[in-house]
């Protein structure tokens, strides 16, 4: 019996589950948003929580203890063997949940998989960052010239409206 075993086994080994979690992991960190199955998303969840609060320890930790940050940092390093998303979690998302206690992460559910009818889900960072995206010199350029044209198309139409109407006025 499985009494007071927190880990959901997935029906793996303890190598596969470790590799899944820490490339799932590294995923989550770099897009922000993953979809999975909601057992899955519940085990990230509590994983990539711990890690982010180790991340957030280094932000308190004062310039002289260069020793302990990176110890943070090869701990985290363990788990997930992507340097990118380390990098990411470190200059990135710790900084932007410094002033938040927990709850770095957000489970939707999605409904059913056709294949299987596994649960699935997206698992996100709540503060997700959104890309905005910039309008260049060449997007406004475009974009003007469109806006030029349609106002010529439309003074043409209007003028070729009031023609047509005065020339039936001078057939009548």
Known sequence: MRHKNSVRQLGKTPSHRGAMFSNMVASLYL??????????????????????????????????????????????????????????????????????????????????RLGDAAEMAIIELVDKKVAVKRETEKDKAVKDKTAKETIIKDKKDKSEKKDKKVKKDKKE
Not at 64 to 89: P, Q, T, Y
Request: charged share 40%; aromatic share 6%; net charge positive.
């Open 31 to 112: 897009n922000e948003s993953i979809i999975t199955t909601k057992q899955k998303a519940k085990e990230l969840k509590k994983i990539s929580e711990k890690l982010i609060t180790k991340a957030r320890k280094n932000i308190s930790l004062p310039e002289n203890e260069v020793g302990k940050k990176l110890h943070n940092k090869r701990s985290v390093l363990k788990f997930v063997k992507d340097e990118d998303a380390v990098k990411k979690l470190f200059d990135e998302i710790a900084p932007r949940y410094a002033n938040r206690n927990g709850g770095y992460t957000r489970i939707y559910l999605l409904g059913k």
